[in-house]
């Protein structure tokens, strides 16, 4: 069984940065797709941003093109999230995510094991 534990949030003015990170143990960390998801109150969970088991191909969805980073560390068996530029509108739960595949998707039912999440705000 895999478990996810995800750190890093909090609350940050706007046009700053904060990277979460999600540790991961249990099954082979380095064959799985990871993806970052996030989910405001009263709106549905969104993928964030996703890469492959070895790093070489990224999903970002158009609202955080050039503003977050994914990135993993397979030694460390760790997935993180760069955010920069962070505005209102990135406030939510973010929940790092494992698919049992190498390759990144950003349908969230692709994705079986996920963290507990933690929470981002962002004030104007």
């Known amino acids: 069984q895999v478990l996810l534990v995800e750190s890093g949030g909090g609350l940050m003015q706007a046009g700053g940065s904060l990277r979460l990170s999600c540790a991961a143990s249990?099954?082979?960390?380095?064959?799985?797709?990871m993806g970052w998801f996030r989910q405001a109150p009263g709106k549905e969970r969104e993928v964030v941003a996703a890469?492959?088991?070895?790093?070489?191909?990224?999903y970002y969805t158009d609202s955080v093109k050039g503003r977050f980073t994914i990135s993993r560390d397979n030694a460390k068996n760790t997935v993180y999230l760069h955010m920069d530029s962070l505005k209102p509108e990135d406030t939510a739960a973010y929940y790092c995510a494992a698919r049992p595949r190498p390759w990144y998707s950003y349908v969230a039912s692709d994705y079986d094991v996920w963290g507990q999440g933690t929470q981002v705000t962002v004030s104007s």
């Open positions: 890469i492959s088991w070895d790093g070489s191909t990224r």
């Open positions: 249990g099954r082979t960390f380095s064959n799985n797709a």
